[in-house]
């Protein structure tokens, strides 16, 4: 794994106007070894930060003009994604899987060993059997991923992600789990992960790494004890 001194660590993160984006990108702006944070979104974030670069593109079906600001990244955070029922399936397939992968093969271009992190899903299913059209796309864009060459894969496979400030639900099934979150997350406490506690484990790993070569995928349970780790550490 390389070895990074304070302040040098540069990284891109996709998606962080996003719940669990928006979270990941305050941690990486308070992070001490982060030096550059370079956001790359199709609307501007309306804040400002010395270590904050933005770089508008509203196109990620091609990304080939983001060459040169993907150059000399250490480290990339993937957060863009869609709701099931918030657009059709061609387009849950186009966001998921093929934005997902043209990102990444430019990425992977510009900076060959920088680390991959990847928002995915729990139940992604790479084989492609799944019956759910979210799973089978999370399970072809990790594929696609993996199939790259990056040094370092980390793919997170989140259960519910609870929103921990209120917001516009996307839809009823959401309204309804944000409702009934604290009978749910007793009963079930493995199937549920704050957004703020996911955004902060996606940065700690790829700012810390967790070793040499590898690619991971974490679980929910594994995302859980992660963040339960970390709020030790920090409190």
Do not use: W
């Not at 991959?116 to 139940?123: D, M, T």
Request: with cysteine; aromatic share 8%; net charge positive.
């Amino acid at each position: 794994m390389n070895t990074l001194s304070e302040k040098q660590m540069r990284v891109v993160i996709v998606g962080a106007t996003g719940m669990v984006g928006g979270y990941a990108l305050r941690y990486l702006l308070d992070r001490n070894s982060v030096a550059q944070v370079t956001v790359i979104g199709r609307r501007g974030l309306g804040i400002s930060h010395a270590k904050l670069k933005e770089v508008l593109h509203r196109d990620f079906a091609n990304c080939s003009t983001l060459a040169e600001a993907l150059s000399g990244q250490n480290a990339a955070i993937f957060c863009l994604g869609a709701y099931t029922g918030a657009v059709s399936d061609e387009g849950l397939r186009r966001i998921t899987v093929d934005y997902t992968a043209e990102f990444a093969r430019v990425l992977r271009a510009a900076s060959p060993d920088a680390v991959f992190s990847f928002l995915s899903g729990s139940g992604a299913d790479p084989t492609g059997r799944s019956r759910m059209a979210f799973a089978r796309y999370k399970g072809e864009a990790e594929k696609a991923l993996l199939a790259l060459g990056f040094p370092r894969v980390y793919i997170y496979r989140p259960a519910y992600i609870y929103p921990v400030k209120p917001r516009k639900e996307p839809n009823v099934s959401y309204r309804l789990l944000r409702g009934i979150y604290p009978v749910f997350r007793l009963l079930f406490p493995g199937q549920v992960i704050p957004a703020d506690d996911l955004a902060r484990v996606m940065v700690d790993v790829a700012v810390q790494g967790t070793g040499e070569r590898e690619s991971l995928i974490f679980e929910n349970r594994d995302i859980r004890s992660m963040a339960e780790s970390l709020n030790r550490t920090t409190s």
